[in-house]
């Protein structure tokens, strides 16, 4: 159980075009998803925060005007990542949680995402 | 958030027991230690989590000091699909999750 979907798994596409990548919980309901960003050689940074049905929340210095999260249904939460350029190249990774309390976030595989 | 301590590598031969330490001496007591691990190139697996008592779970065990400062994962029989980054996190409920540089276990043949 608790299986996060991601798609696509990776992705080229030229300077300047918009990406969107999906996050999909496949076998529970998450109420918040959460959005990471991964470097070669380097740790997953936390990007933003989302609530369904509410705005997300981003961390310092993540442009909420470039990286756009949109978490319409329980479900399903999408990250758009607008007028790319080749420093927006990287590994996007989800997670998602279900309901209140302690409890694991479950993660996608990530989508790697390379700009031309 | 509460900062951690982890060896940047360690190796292990298949088939015994690796123990991975943590240290995490400024956490707060409402903050439960989570491990994830991750292999190359996929997301984060959750692994194990506890507050002040030790756990198990078909994975893992995950022994964690009196005073709390400290804990250690164990995988009991190391194979070498258990390679990979190991991250110890202390969380507070439903919140972020702050990623430090892990620990890269080799499980060697």
């Known amino acids: 159980g608790a299986v996060v979907s991601q798609h696509p798994s990776w992705v080229i596409c030229k300077s300047g075009t918009s990406v969107k990548i999906e996050c999909r919980s496949l076998?529970?309901?998450?109420?918040?998803m959460f959005w990471y960003r991964q470097f070669p050689k380097q740790s997953l940074m936390l990007m933003a925060t989302s609530n369904e049905g509410s705005k997300a929340t981003y961390e310092q210095g993540v442009e909420k005007d470039k990286f756009l999260i949109n978490h319409a249904s329980l479900t399903l939460s999408t990250l758009t990542v607008t007028s790319a350029h080749p420093e927006d190249s990287s590994f996007y990774i989800c997670?998602?949680?279900?309901?209140?309390?302690?409890?694991?976030?479950?993660f996608g595989d990530g989508t790697r995402l390379s700009i031309l | 958030d509460a900062k951690t301590t982890q060896p940047p590598s360690m190796d292990c031969a298949e088939g015994r027991a690796a123990n991975l330490p943590c240290n995490h001496s400024?956490?707060?007591?409402?903050?439960?230690v989570y491990w994830y691990r991750q292999i190359h190139s996929q997301g984060p697996q959750y692994i194990i989590h506890g507050l002040k008592n030790n756990e198990t779970n078909e994975m893992a065990s995950l022994i964690i000091t009196e005073d709390r400062k400290s804990s250690t994962l164990i995988l009991p029989h190391a194979t070498l699909r258990d390679t990979a980054v190991y991250y110890c996190?202390?969380?507070?409920?439903?919140?972020?999750?702050?990623f430090g540089e892990g620990t890269q276990l080799t499980v060697n043949p």
């Open positions: 997670s998602a949680i279900t309901g209140q309390g302690h409890q694991p976030q479950h």
């Open positions: 996190i202390p969380e507070t409920s439903g919140s972020r999750l702050t």
């Open positions: 076998d529970f309901q998450a109420t918040t």
């Open positions: 400024t956490i707060s007591g409402n903050e439960y």
